[in-house]
């Protein structure tokens, strides 16, 4: 019916038009149609980019996935060497995140419908959903490196406009602006980090650009060298620091937990399925290029392990519990990273199939997750866990739906998290020691504090004086999350997307699956133990390991840090200094011309008076100087 | 030709243009001020004439300017005294120091 490129095209057109429709027609349009555009065009969205995936995934080329681009038409031509078209391409990882945005997203619109109803400006958020859909699956489908960093920009406005969406609370807007601010300046990392690419590439496609280094014609001695590392692997650095903004990874994760101020579904569409993945995907799609440079691969693997195991960390004591999903949120990613890291080691290859298997499952089991959360908030209209507690009697379907996300983010088998984070496990484990270890240690962090969430939010207490309730229109997108955050692991990933494009064989090893496994019980074990039921074991450990305790709740005081790091960078360094320019320079400067113009004004004046004679007089005198003028020319 | 007529008229021209420029200057009444003008345009007329006579006398250019300037002083004597009669309406006066504002 519709050639792949025609789905191409519409798959991130359709939620494009409806963020106009939906967004022009406002409050004209009915709350309920709305809502029913947005949903519906989702639908459609998702039924294309099943279909596209299914047809790219069935035709592989010499057995082997490649880039497969759709069209390309030049937009902007700067230069002979500097060309921006506008292009939509196909890619293993591509096809997987289209497919995981769209359902994603899908269910997170169908659970706003209940969740959200009777907000004030309910059009305008399914509009900024609509927008938001959109962008992701523009950046993900984008055949250039440009075009990629255009959708990037609006996927963080229309993160900021979700995360400011209740602006009445000032709180929200500072987070909103955070977020914005935060991204930007690591975008300004990427932008930067894309011309210096291009520049070594003369091409903006990732095509020409993964080609340019497949080719060999790479010599990292030719654009130069600064600091004993090629152009391009600063540029690759930079590229790094713009996905390590989007993904949230330290120090520039700060925005990620503050962002829970908006709408709950938004949290799990943008700050958990999608969104903050872009900065993994941003690397995959460049994997073959990173991979050659070994420096950038490490640069990456231990700022994964860093955010991994610090954001583990800082979960085991938020009562927030939507910040304490953030911060899993930040943890997950972190393994993503890493696995991508680890992956330029030769025999880990595989690292970058595990990457994006738990990209794929987390996606599924975290907005299961935070979509859960926003039932129980939704119910308990608290975000705290001490207003929680017992709450298994009041709503038992959302407590068995938490408890799949809980397992499935322990790694605890048969769920989805136990494969993809198996494979992660065990390419860490060939490719550097070191890195398994922490690994391990995270995975046991992560089992403590979701099952320290559980318990303290459906048990602890042995009656709630809550009068919690659930409701069918938002259990039923959340039943159908579940059922890919329980079975999602059993697809043979590693048939469809690895760093070569050819498929894999991958087994699992039982022996090996011992060790996670076992520290992810433990930790549910520990978890059972301090919070099952109240006791006084949090607190009495809490005052022994005082220092760690004030760290973890600190949230490492990385906040305090970038606060004094830009009060003294920012504004006593350079916003002090400039405003006293601008003020006394600039102003001054200004303010003086203007001063003079007007006295001047004021002595011309007097000069045009109406008087005809003084004019007259005036007139004379010019005259007799002319004369005077000319006679002494002539005599000299 | 007797070149030596020439200078006296010069003088003489020079004289009316001074004159007319003192009386344009000093009196502010307009009517006066339009006759000062019309001594500077008659000085001018001697000038062509008598250069005309005494250096080009074959020719007749400067008589042919001398009638043109004749007609243009006639021309804006009328106008002169036009707007001199609106002034007069506005301002009740003919004194050029009551007209000093664009009405």
Known sequence: MFTPATEAILIPLIPFLLFGIIGLAGRRLPEIFSAFLGIGGILASLLFSLHLSVSYFSEPVQGAFVLKEFFSFPWLNFSENLKISIGLVADPISMLMVVVICSVSLMVQWFSLTYMKGEE?????????????????????????????????????????????????????????????????ADLGFLIGILLLSYETQTMEFKGILDYFKSGNFNPEVSGIWMSHSLAAWALVLIFVGAAGKSAMFPLHIWLPDAMEGPTPVSALIHAATMVVAGVF???????????FEGVMQLITWIGVLSSILAAIIAISQTD??????????????????????????????????????????AFFKSLLFLAAGAIIHAVHSNEVENMGGLRKQMPIVHWLFLIGCLAISGVPPFSGFFSKEEI???????????????????????????RLFFLIFYNKSHSDVHGHESMGLNFPMLLLAIPAVFAGFVPFSSYVTSTG?????????????????????GIGLAYLFYFKQNSLPEQWASKLSGLYKLSSGKFYFDELWRAVYQVALIRALATPAAWIDKNLVDGGLRMGAEKTLRLGDRVKLIQNGKLQDYVLYFLMGILALILLTLLMIQS | MNQELLTPLLILSAFLFFTGVYGFVTRRNMISMLMSAELMLNSANINFVAFNKFLYPGKLDGMFFTLFIITIAAAEAALAIAIIIHVYRQTKSIDVKDADQLI
């Open chain 1, 321 to 362: 519990i939507k910040r304490v999903l953030a911060y899993s949120t930040l943890s997950q990613i972190g393994y993503m990273m890493f696995a991508l890291g680890v992956a330029g080691k030769a025999g880990a290859e595989a690292g970058f199939t595990a990457s994006f298997f738990h990209l794929f499952t987390h």
């Open chain 1, 121 to 185: 400006r309910f059009q305008m958020y399914y509009a900024f959903l609509s927008l938001f859909t959109g962008s992701m699956l523009g950046l993900v489908l984008s055949s250039n490196i440009f075009q990629m960093y255009i959708f990037w920009e609006l996927v963080g406005v229309s993160s900021f406009l979700l995360i400011g969406f209740y602006f009445q609370k000032p709180s929200a807007v500072a987070a909103s602006k955070k977020a914005f601010i935060v991204t930007r300046f």
């Open chain 1, 282 to 292: 941003l690397v995959g799609r460049l994997f073959p290029v990173y991979s050659l």
């Open chain 1, 425 to 451: 496990l065990l390419n860490a484990w060939k490719s550097q020691p070191l890195v398994y270890g922490f690994a391990l240690i995270g995975s046991g962090l992560t089992a403590f504090y979701m099952f």
């Open chain 1, 502 to 522: 050819l498929p894999e064989e991958t087994h699992l090893h039982l022996m090996f699956s011992i060790a996670p496994v076992g520290v992810g019980l433990l």
